[in-house]
């Protein structure tokens, strides 16, 4: 008689074909096992014996096949873990934009948010895989143009294109919009897949984007496998450490998302230079060239890690500096926050309530992203 196949819902991992082969070998032959016919149980014990030896080393070797097939793969972007759910809020105001208090920093469950923002090379693999064509503007050509952050040029012509990353590709990624770092999300969601952007790379997963490309009507869809942190998730992971861990504060919550109550300072350099982060210091002093004259020409992006010594409780690096980052949350009507300040801010924006309401369309050179997945 014959059946249907129910399809699975979009937040179930597809088989790749190989294993599929494997499970149906590894059944087949377990099958065979167990439907031997009158006439194999009619041989002599020794035949039989060794037939049913045979079938084990068999059933063995598909078995290892199998495991092999089916072992994770390393995670294509570095993640840490973040414990500790149903921690407390910071008692302290998480948005000095906004009347009132703001408490942000609780979240009930564990999860995962990766130890770097999101960098040139990794953008530049996501715009190979689906931009040939660019349907909904992934690509902003101030990746090629803009000195200061400038990582990403592109070739070809619509239906061709390609991109290639020029500099140092550790750098984090900017000139991305709101919807672009969704996308970004929706494509490792799918198991990042090559092809037009539509429904099966770009357009569903976490985000049901459907070729929207404006409002902040938008939710993260339940069984999301990757996506943009929210308020309180990039709050915790920025600001938490619990008190008595380490020299964690006495209310659980540092000021500034280098371990610190005081203002970082902007120093590169390796462990044990601590609390410094990518950023502009009152005097204007930039940190990659240690001067406060502005230069065109100048890459002030630092590769992401690069001060070493001011990772945040959880193992994250440079959620203060280097670029701001896009969030889930919807700090004012039409708006998006993005948090953490960027290379030209100032010490003011890496502070916990520096919660900033932009316009999700937004692309500049001082706002990148990174993303979060489960546990």
Known sequence: MAFRIPKPPLDTPMIPRPKLTLVLCLTAVLTTTMCLSPVAFSASPNVLKKQVAKLKKQIRKLKNQLANATRPVPDWIEFVNVGLPGNPADPIDGDAAVAGTQNFGSVPYEFRIAKYEVTLAQYTAFLNAVAATDTYNLYNANLASDANVAGIARSGTPGSYTYATFGNAARPVSYVSWFDAARFCNWLHHGRPTGAQNNDTTETGAYPLYGATAGVAIERAPGSLYWLPGDDEWYKVAYYQPPGTGGGDTD?????????????????????????????????LFSITQSSTYDSQQNYLAPVGLYQGSATFFGAFDLGGNVAEWTDGIPSSGNRATRGGGWPHYGSQLNANSRNATPPTTESSSIGFRVATKP
Request: charged share 5%; glycine share 12%; net charge positive.
């Open 252 to 284: 659980g919550y540092w000021t500034y998302p280098t371990r610190s109550n005081s203002l970082p300072g902007n120093q590169p350099g390796a462990f044990p230079v601590v609390n410094q982060a990518n950023f502009r210091l009152g005097s204007n």
